[in-house]
């Protein structure tokens, strides 16, 4: 049976992934900073049956890939609404890679949630509810996940020297990948505390319409 939250988030997507891909600035750094998303939604679409997401993490996910087309179109240094707040602001940097660095920390949190959810002991300590550690397990991973993230930056750097400019997006500030990870922490902790009620509510949802309902206590 066609899931039709995936087809409607592709549908949607698919627009946006156009707008994306034609004329970028670079189209080197465009396939990097679209990677996650063009091998995302395939992953999405081939586990649609035996591993159906919620749909609270479906428009999370939604919305990620949109922040990662966005700036692999423009690169993430030159985002023009980013610029008029820089501006506006005062600012010296366009700071679009820290919006895409929270959001690195914020959508990853819900997806590493609902993984643990349905599939580790961390989804149940023994009264129906998931073991306290579940949030701090969430928040390693989120940051496990930005600190390669940022090791892939630099293995790109190294090797093809100055054609990752822009895919570093560094613009001169000595502290961003430390901010970068700060901003994926900060991300992945508000995740946690403003959205697991309503992932919790999502996942049973899904859990119900999959499996009868056999696994819906796990995520209470």
């Given amino acids: 049976m066609t899931d039709q939250r995936l087809v409607w988030l592709i549908a949607l997507l698919i627009p946006v992934a156009a707008w994306s891909w034609i004329t ?17 939604v395939p992953l999405m679409v081939a586990l649609r049956k035996r591993w159906p997401f919620s749909t609270l993490l479906l428009a999370l996910l939604w919305a ?11 690169t993430y240094a030159r985002v023009p609404a980013f610029d008029w707040l820089r501006d506006a602001t005062g600012g010296t940097r ?31 300590r023994g009264d129906g509810h998931p073991s306290r550690w579940l949030g701090f397990v969430v928040v390693c991973v989120c940051l496990a996940f930005s600190a390669f993230y940022e090791l892939i930056e630099w293995g790109v750097a190294e090797i093809s020297g100055a054609g990752a400019e822009s895919f ?16 994926a922490l900060v991300g992945a902790v508000g ?3 403003l959205l697991h009620g309503m ?4 996942l049973e949802k899904v859990l119900a319409a999959h499996q009868g309902g056999g696994l819906a206590h796990s995520c209470r």
């Avoid at 970028?24 to 995302?40: C, I, K, N, Y």
């Avoid at 990620?64 to 423009?74: D, E, I, K, R, S």
């Avoid at 990853?108 to 949630?113: K, M, Q, T, V």
């Avoid at 992932?199 to 999502?202: A, K």
Wanted: aromatic share 14%.
């Fill in 24 to 40: 970028p600035h670079d189209r080197f750094t465009w396939w990097l900073e679209a990677s996650p998303a063009v091998a995302g």
């Fill in 64 to 74: 990620h890939c949109v922040v990662l087309l966005v700036g692999a179109h423009y």
């Fill in 94 to 124: 366009n700071n679009y890679d820290k919006l895409g660095h929270f959001v690195q920390g914020f959508v990853p949190a819900i997806l590493a949630r609902e993984i643990f959810l349905r599939s580790s002991p961390l989804r149940d």
């Fill in 168 to 183: 570093l997006g560094t613009q001169g500030y000595a502290w961003d990948t430390q901010s970068d990870m700060a901003f």
């Fill in 191 to 193: 995740a946690l505390v």
């Fill in 199 to 202: 992932h919790d509510r999502s």
